[in-house]
Structures are given as structure tokens and as C-alpha cells.
């Protein structure tokens, strides 16, 4: 895969493209200073204690350093000598870090679409700022009465000076709700956006459906980030390669191409299977990662069909294949700051299963990634596993169920059932319990009933349709769709990725399946 980087050639003395730089950290050829950019952007020589620190910080916050709940201390992890498809060559023209093609947006200029997004928003600023200049050249009396407002501004502030810390205070929620009525308004247009449907002239939108049911659409506020309208359009293309969770077993990782795009939704393959077992994710899902993700994190990555563990590489898959693999800045999940936690890799805990959730069951830690962990039943298959956080409602200590008056399930095969203790079994599993403290409460949910919203249908997820809250508890909906009949009505968790506001579609560039009664449908414009 071939790709030119941005112009060398520069007016001035490059102090950042002189060094070598690895994993952030710069080298001047012929001397053995390091350095690095701190969190100021200031280019700082890294000392011995400052190195120390710093490997101890990257070993408590990366995956793959994560100890398990038997070792006490863990060795810092091997670095691994980066490989022949992964050679640097580019730098990003916002923050100066080096990488690969494997590494950059596909403009070969920004390492990551943080660094592509705040260029954008420089750039816009200084734009408005050129619009501005010109718009005050124009007339002398304009300028004039933005002179004396300015003035007028200044004697307030001078006056603002001796008044006490509440009427300060009193001023801030007028901002707030400045841009609270922005973002509403930008909501509301995208209500108006239409959908094509039985003709050339006949469409749907939002607006209108509301308006005839008299309903209202659940708001933007209510959903999480990665549920609600992106940021940016997604850079994710059919044919790229990457790793990725099995849906069906969450402890396997395995080689995706993807194989479709809708809008921020791809659909993945596994190589050489059948087109069967393909899936939908979002493209901002944690369960997808670049290419050589598994190798540097230690986890394993299971080989195309047909292909042997020792038979694959990626080096010679690619060459191979003649294929391109997805850029690691498209991924969201990678370089994330990840908050320390209480649980470690072995520990005990009881959750429950989510396909029978009448049973809570005895649970170990498996696996951990960022602040996610896999929790897998003891002596289950592993296609009961799921992946959660601190935060999960369907986790607890050991002796939550005996504390609040609940069955707990036992591990299948377990010798003395009726005299199960907690103390006993991880004694004799050499366990530790996760800590109480570990466990976090989530906040519920403050969606209403008869709230409306776009959802993805689990028995067809290439589809998402309008829906309607019927039912709720602490953090689930219970989803109706529009139009059908209530058999098809399900329970679905409220920060599930595959629910979203009115007019994520229109947002994003998916195609929604709406409701059409004929009265609905009409000659509507954007």
C-alpha cells in the first residue's frame, strides 16, 4: 500500500521532525537525551525518574498490563518491535505525531479524527474572524456602534466588579440556556429531514409523524455520547480489514472484513465463513479494533477459516490478499484515558445472565480492555459471556443474593450444592472476590413512556425503525414498533448502542424504516 506524506519542505528549522519518535517519546540522532511533549504542548527532556513514572502510570492503565487477582506485582510488559506493515512515515500536521499509513486518516495529514476536528474548528474560527474584519471595514457607522457597545460592555463589567458572587452566578444559566435553545433548533431540523417512500413525489419526516400523533420525541439529553448524532461523517470503507469481538462469543477475537456501510453502522464478515454469521456494529464501537490490536495486547486472534494459529500473520495476509487495513485513527476506542478500577482479571462476583435473567449465577473476570471486563459463568459455555463495566446493573459482590434474599445458581457439576459458601468455593479455587467497593451504582434512566426514537430491530439489524417507549424500568425500554403488531415488542438496556434519537438516520446517512399510514405520508421538503 503505497502513500506520500505531507511536504517536508519548511521555511524554518523542524525541531519535532529532526527527532525519531516512538511511542511519544523523541531521540536526536548521536546523543542520548530523550524527550517528549507534555500536557501543555511543551517539548520537556524526559529524566530517569521522570521514565520510572511513567512506565509505572502506562502499567496500571494499559489492557494488556492488567494483573489477575493472583499476582500481587506484574512484570512490565515486553515492548514489541512494531512490524514490517507498519513502518512510520507520516506526521500529523496538528499535534506533530509520527505514524504509518495504518496509523493516519485517509488524508495521510491527521493522526486521528480529534486532530482532524479541531483543524476544522481553527479553521472556522479564523474564517469568522476574516468575515468579521470585513463585515467592520465596510461601514464607519457600523464600526462606530460596535465601538460604543464595546465600551458600554466594559463600563458593565467595571460595574460587575462590586457586585457579590451570586449575581455573578445568576448570569451563568442565561449562557447555558443560549446554547441549550441552539442545540434544540438543530434537533428540530433534523426532524424536518425526509425519507423517500411509494413514489417520487410522496416522503416522511419526523416533524410530520409527531405532529399527527400528537407525540414527542425522546430527547437528544437523554441518550449517551456514542448513542446520539456524531460528530463527524466515519471514515470506515468496505474491503478494510480489522479485528474484532465475535458476537456470539465474546471471548474470541477474530479477522472482519467489513463487508457493508450505512452511514455510522458496518457490517462485518468473518473471513472465509459463510455470510451467515455477519453482524452489525456502530462504527464507534469498542468491540472493533485496527489491525495488530491482539498481537500488542496479548490477546488471541482466531485465523480465517481453513488457516492455521501458526499459519497466519498479518505481514503476509496483507501481501497476500492485496488487501487494505482500517486506519487505527477511525477507531474511537484506541488512546482512550481509562479510569483505574478495583477489578482485576480472576476475581469473583455474581451476575446475572442476561439470557435467563431470573438466574443469578457465580461468575469469574476473564479478560479486561480499557475499563470494560468479561464476565464468563463458571462452568457455562462461553457463549453466556458478556462484556460490562462498573457500572453494569447485572453484576454484584459475592453474597449480594444471600444478603437480599435471592436463589444464587451454582456452577454446573458442583459437588455440594446445598451447602454452598462463598468462603468455601474460592478456597478451594484459589480466587479472590472482586471488592465491594469495585461496584458502582448507574443512575436510572429518564426516559418516559410513549417517548419516540429510532431503533435498531435485533431480528433484522441491517433495518432501524421508528419506535415508541411502552414500558420501563430502572434501565431498561421496552420498545414498540411503529406500525407493528405487540409480539414484536422487546426489552432492550437504555444505554444499548443500537437506540438513538429522531433523526440519527437523517444524520448520519442511514435509511430508516418509518411507519406509513397514508395520512403521513406527504409532499414535505427539507
Given at each position: 500500500?503505497?502513500?506520500s506524506?505531507?511536504?517536508?519542505?519548511?521555511?524554518?528549522?523542524?525541531?519535532?521532525?529532526?527527532m525519531?519518535w516512538?511511542?511519544g517519546v523523541?531521540?536526536?540522532?548521536?546523543?542520548?537525551?530523550k524527550?517528549r511533549v507534555?500536557?501543555?504542548?511543551?517539548?520537556?527532556?524526559?529524566?530517569?525518574?521522570?521514565?520510572?513514572?511513567?512506565?509505572?502510570?502506562?502499567?496500571?492503565?494499559?489492557?494488556?498490563?492488567v494483573?489477575t487477582?493472583q499476582?500481587?506485582?506484574?512484570k512490565?510488559?515486553?515492548?514489541k518491535?512494531?512490524?514490517?506493515w507498519a513502518?512510520r512515515?507520516?506526521?500529523?500536521?496538528?499535534?506533530?505525531r509520527?505514524?504509518s499509513?495504518?496509523?493516519?486518516?485517509?488524508?495521510?495529514l491527521?493522526?486521528s479524527?480529534?486532530?482532524?476536528?479541531q483543524e476544522q474548528?481553527?479553521?472556522l474560527k479564523?474564517e469568522?474572524?476574516?468575515?468579521?474584519?470585513?463585515?467592520?471595514?465596510?461601514?464607519?457607522?457600523?464600526?462606530?456602534?460596535r465601538?460604543?457597545?464595546?465600551?458600554?460592555?466594559?463600563?458593565?463589567?467595571?460595574?460587575?466588579?462590586?457586585?457579590?458572587?451570586?449575581?455573578?452566578?445568576s448570569?451563568?444559566?442565561?449562557?447555558?440556556?443560549?446554547?441549550?435553545?441552539r442545540?434544540r433548533?438543530?434537533?428540530?431540523?433534523?426532524?424536518r429531514y425526509?425519507v423517500p417512500?411509494?413514489?417520487?413525489?410522496?416522503?416522511?419526516c419526523?416533524?410530520?409523524?409527531?405532529?399527527?400523533?400528537?407525540?414527542?420525541?425522546?430527547p437528544?439529553?437523554?441518550?449517551?455520547?456514542?448513542?446520539?448524532f456524531?460528530q463527524?461523517?466515519?471514515?470506515?470503507r468496505?474491503?478494510?480489514?480489522?479485528?474484532?469481538?465475535?458476537?456470539?462469543?465474546?471471548s474470541m477475537?477474530?479477522?472482519l472484513?467489513?463487508a457493508?456501510?450505512?452511514?455510522?453502522?458496518i457490517r462485518?464478515?468473518?473471513?472465509?465463513y459463510?455470510d451467515?454469521?455477519?453482524?452489525?456494529?456502530?462504527?464507534?464501537?469498542?468491540?472493533?479494533?485496527?489491525?495488530?490490536w491482539?498481537?500488542?495486547?496479548?490477546?488471541?486472534l482466531?485465523?480465517?477459516k481453513g488457516?492455521?494459529?501458526?499459519?497466519?500473520?498479518?505481514?503476509?495476509?496483507?501481501?497476500l490478499?492485496?488487501i487494505q487495513?482500517a486506519?487505527k485513527?477511525?477507531?474511537?476506542?484506541?488512546?482512550m484515558t481509562?479510569?483505574?478500577s478495583?477489578?482485576r482479571?480472576g476475581?469473583k462476583?455474581e451476575?446475572?445472565?442476561?439470557?435467563n435473567p431470573s438466574?443469578?449465577?457465580?461468575?469469574?473476570?476473564t479478560?479486561?480492555?480499557?475499563?470494560?471486563?468479561?464476565v464468563?459463568?463458571d462452568?457455562?459455555?462461553?457463549s453466556?459471556?458478556?462484556w460490562?463495566?462498573?457500572?453494569?446493573?447485572y453484576?454484584?459482590?459475592?453474597?449480594w443474593?444471600?444478603?437480599n434474599g435471592?436463589?444464587?445458581t451454582t456452577p454446573?457439576g458442583?459437588?455440594?450444592?446445598?451447602?454452598f459458601?462463598w468462603e468455601?468455593?474460592?478456597?478451594?479455587?484459589?480466587?479472590?472476590?472482586?471488592?465491594?467497593?469495585?461496584?458502582?451504582v448507574?443512575?436510572?434512566?429518564s426516559?418516559?413512556?410513549?417517548?419516540?426514537?429510532?431503533?435498531?430491530?435485533k431480528r433484522?439489524?441491517?433495518l432501524?425503525?421508528?419506535?415508541?417507549?411502552v414500558?420501563?424500568?430502572d434501565?431498561?425500554l421496552?420498545i414498540?414498533f411503529?406500525g407493528?403488531?405487540?409480539?414484536?415488542?422487546y426489552?432492550?438496556?437504555?444505554?444499548s448502542?443500537d437506540?438513538?434519537?429522531?433523526?440519527?438516520?437523517a444524520?448520519?446517512?442511514?435509511?430508516?424504516?418509518?411507519?406509513?399510514?397514508?395520512?403521513?405520508?406527504?409532499?414535505?421538503?427539507?
Amino acid at each position: 500500500m503505497e502513500s506520500s506524506g505531507p511536504s517536508t519542505a519548511a521555511p524554518e528549522f523542524d525541531v519535532y521532525g529532526a527527532m525519531d519518535w516512538k511511542d511519544g517519546v523523541g531521540t536526536l540522532p548521536g546523543s542520548e537525551l530523550k524527550f517528549r511533549v507534555n500536557e501543555f504542548g511543551v517539548l520537556e527532556v524526559i529524566t530517569d525518574e521522570m521514565e520510572e513514572e511513567r512506565g509505572k502510570k502506562a502499567h496500571a492503565t494499559t489492557t494488556w498490563s492488567v494483573p489477575t487477582a493472583q499476582e500481587a506485582l506484574s512484570k512490565e510488559p515486553v515492548s514489541k518491535e512494531e512490524t514490517s506493515w507498519a513502518q512510520r512515515g507520516l506526521v500529523c500536521v496538528r499535534c506533530n505525531r509520527k505514524g504509518s499509513v495504518v496509523d493516519f486518516l485517509s488524508d495521510g495529514l491527521h493522526c486521528s479524527e480529534r486532530c482532524l476536528q479541531q483543524e476544522q474548528q481553527d479553521e472556522l474560527k479564523r474564517e469568522g474572524s476574516r468575515a468579521n474584519g470585513e463585515a467592520l471595514g465596510r461601514t464607519r457607522s457600523r464600526m462606530t456602534e460596535r465601538l460604543a457597545e464595546d465600551m458600554d460592555s466594559s463600563m458593565e463589567i467595571a460595574e460587575e466588579d462590586d457586585e457579590d458572587y451570586e449575581e455573578k452566578e445568576s448570569r451563568r444559566p442565561a449562557r447555558g440556556a443560549t446554547r441549550g435553545r441552539r442545540k434544540r433548533r438543530g434537533d428540530a431540523a433534523l426532524l424536518r429531514y425526509t425519507v423517500p417512500y411509494g413514489g417520487k413525489k410522496k416522503a416522511w419526516c419526523w416533524a410530520s409523524y409527531l405532529e399527527q400523533e400528537r407525540a414527542i420525541a425522546a430527547p437528544s439529553k437523554l441518550f449517551k455520547e456514542y448513542q446520539s448524532f456524531p460528530q463527524c461523517k466515519s471514515g470506515f470503507r468496505v474491503g478494510m480489514r480489522l479485528e474484532g469481538i465475535d458476537p456470539e462469543h465474546p471471548s474470541m477475537y477474530c479477522v472482519l472484513t467489513i463487508a457493508e456501510v450505512l452511514g455510522h453502522r458496518i457490517r462485518l464478515h468473518f473471513d472465509k465463513y459463510s455470510d451467515c454469521y455477519d453482524f452489525w456494529v456502530n462504527s464507534s464501537s469498542p468491540d472493533i479494533h485496527p489491525v495488530g490490536w491482539c498481537e500488542k495486547t496479548g490477546h488471541k486472534l482466531h485465523p480465517p477459516k481453513g488457516m492455521k494459529d501458526e499459519e497466519f500473520s498479518w505481514s503476509s495476509y496483507i501481501k497476500l490478499n492485496k488487501i487494505q487495513t482500517a486506519p487505527k485513527a477511525l477507531f474511537q476506542n484506541q488512546n482512550m484515558t481509562v479510569t483505574p478500577s478495583g477489578f482485576r482479571v480472576g476475581m469473583k462476583l455474581e451476575a446475572i445472565d442476561k439470557k435467563n435473567p431470573s438466574f443469578i449465577c457465580v461468575a469469574t473476570i476473564t479478560d479486561m480492555v480499557d475499563s470494560r471486563f468479561l464476565v464468563h459463568f463458571d462452568n457455562w459455555d462461553e457463549s453466556y459471556d458478556y462484556w460490562c463495566d462498573a457500572t453494569s446493573p447485572y453484576i454484584h459482590p459475592v453474597s449480594w443474593s444471600q444478603e437480599n434474599g435471592r436463589t444464587l445458581t451454582t456452577p454446573p457439576g458442583y459437588p455440594d450444592v446445598k451447602n454452598f459458601s462463598w468462603e468455601k468455593y474460592l478456597a478451594e479455587t484459589s480466587s479472590l472476590p472482586a471488592p465491594a467497593r469495585a461496584f458502582k451504582v448507574k443512575p436510572p434512566h429518564s426516559f418516559q413512556l410513549n417517548m419516540k426514537l429510532e431503533v435498531v430491530d435485533k431480528r433484522n439489524p441491517a433495518l432501524i425503525r421508528v419506535a415508541t417507549v411502552v414500558d420501563t424500568d430502572d434501565h431498561r425500554l421496552r420498545i414498540h414498533f411503529d406500525g407493528w403488531t405487540d409480539e414484536y415488542d422487546y426489552w432492550i438496556d437504555a444505554d444499548s448502542p443500537d437506540i438513538h434519537p429522531a433523526g440519527w438516520c437523517a444524520k448520519t446517512g442511514h435509511p430508516l424504516q418509518p411507519h406509513f399510514p397514508r395520512h403521513f405520508m406527504e409532499n414535505c421538503s427539507r
